[in-house]
Structures are given as structure tokens and as C-alpha cells.
């Protein structure tokens, strides 16, 4: 049986959206989405300035002349994901463990009010024939929380990818993230959590892997 492995704290190194990014094809990496994202920098700024107005600011003050300008890069930034090669290598020393990356931080934009959520993505799998290179396992979580999203969805979309482009024995996701719409308006309850999870193959049918997989998640989560 072979050794268990752990990352944590993962940071990978994501690279900057250019400057202008107005459209961008999903389908390679991402085969659940058949549509292209068209981002029109022109009709936002546009869209921002009337909603500044609408909310009574005066959109020819100084301090607020380029802020329309600035709202339309921000959200063309936040919506606009790296697409990637995901890259594999055999499993040729038959490792037959879970792998476990843990606390992968991310920020994603909640769909129904534009606010953002933010927290941390712990992501393992159980090899099979293939592994992954580690580093795309934080580029799978900025891929689906670069969008308008809801945590639910996002949580699924991360296990899929893996479970299609690995074809492991299991996989198991948990995203603890705090959401803006329910700390800055509404109930107003600042720093609750919402956890989610996805359990796919051994991870959700074999009881040890299972619990080996959430013991780890959550022992991450009490030591922050």
C-alpha cells in the first residue's frame, strides 16, 4: 500500500488576464460549457456609468470619472478564466493512496446579487491509471471560480473535470467559502461558512477512504 501524500497550503501560480479580453473559449476545458463568453468592455463601462447615475452619484465628479472605466476591467478580470492543458503522467509506481491538496484559495462572484464569495478548495483523488500534475489541481478551481457562480454548481463542476480528465478511482471536493451577500446585506453574519462537497467513486462509496478524505479536509479547517 503506498504512502499517503498531502499539499498544503497550495498557492499555484496563476497568470494574469491580459489587458483585453473579450471573448474566450471555454470548450477545451471546460466541455460542460458550449458557449463562448463575450465580454463587450464598451457596453459595461457604458452599462456602469448609467448604474452609478441610477444610484445618484455624480458620474462627472473627478473622483469618480474613471470609475466606470475601472468597474468594467475589474469584472472582465474577475469573469475572464486562464484556459489550460491539463497534464498527466502514468501512474507507473501504481500509487494507490489519496492525493490531497488542501486550502487552495479562490474568489468567485455569487450569480444572483454580483457580490462576491471567497474561501478555500480542498481537492483529492484516488489514482487509477494516471495522476496529474499538482499545480493544475489549483488551475481547475480558478478555471470554474472565474465566473458568475454559485457554490453548489462550482463544487460539482471541479469533480467532474477531474473525474473526466483522470478517470480515477474517486474523487472528493469541499469548498468553505464565505459569501458577501450574506455578511455585507441581508442577515448580516459576518465570517459564516458555507461548506459543500462532491464525493465521487471510492471517496463517497468506501467508508475508509471516505472518512480518511473528510478527516483531512476538516483537521485543515480547525488548524486556521
Avoid at 7 to 34: C, F, I, N, V, Y
Avoid at 73 to 78: M, P, S
Wanted: proline letters at 6%.
Amino acid at each position: 500500500m503506498g504512502k499517503r501524500s498531502e499539499l498544503s497550503d497550495a498557492k499555484p501560480h496563476m497568470t494574469p488576464p491580459g489587458p483585453q479580453a473579450p471573448e474566450l473559449t471555454l470548450a477545451a476545458a471546460s466541455p460542460s460549457r458550449d458557449h463562448i463568453r463575450q465580454i463587450d468592455r464598451t457596453a459595461v463601462q457604458a452599462a456602469a456609468r448609467e448604474l452609478l447615475r441610477a444610484l445618484g452619484a455624480n458620474v462627472d465628479a473627478e473622483a469618480l470619472r474613471e470609475t466606470p472605466r475601472r468597474m468594467a476591467d475589474a469584472y472582465a478580470e474577475l469573469l475572464t478564466p486562464q484556459p489550460f492543458q491539463a497534464t498527466t503522467f502514468p501512474n507507473d509506481d501504481g500509487y494507490d493512496e489519496l492525493v490531497v491538496a488542501r486550502a487552495i484559495p479562490f474568489h468567485s462572484l455569487c450569480m444572483h446579487h454580483l457580490l462576491p464569495f471567497h474561501g478555500v478548495a480542498h481537492i483529492g483523488y484516488l489514482p487509477e491509471e494516471r495522476i496529474i500534475g499538482l499545480s493544475k489541481l489549483g488551475r481547475v478551481v480558478e478555471l470554474f471560480a472565474r465566473d458568475l457562480q454559485i457554490q453548489e454548481r462550482m463544487t460539482t463542476q471541479i469533480a467532474d473535470w477531474l473525474e473526466r480528465e483522470l478517470q480515477p478511482k474517486g474523487v472528493g471536493v469541499v469548498l468553505e467559502a464565505e459569501h458577501m451577500c450574506m455578511s455585507l446585506r441581508g442577515v448580516q453574519k459576518f465570517g459564516a461558512k458555507t461548506v459543500t462537497s462532491a464525493l465521487q467513486g471510492l471517496v463517497r462509496d468506501d467508508a475508509r477512504t471516505r472518512q480518511e478524505f473528510l478527516a483531512l479536509t476538516t483537521r485543515r479547517s480547525h488548524d486556521q
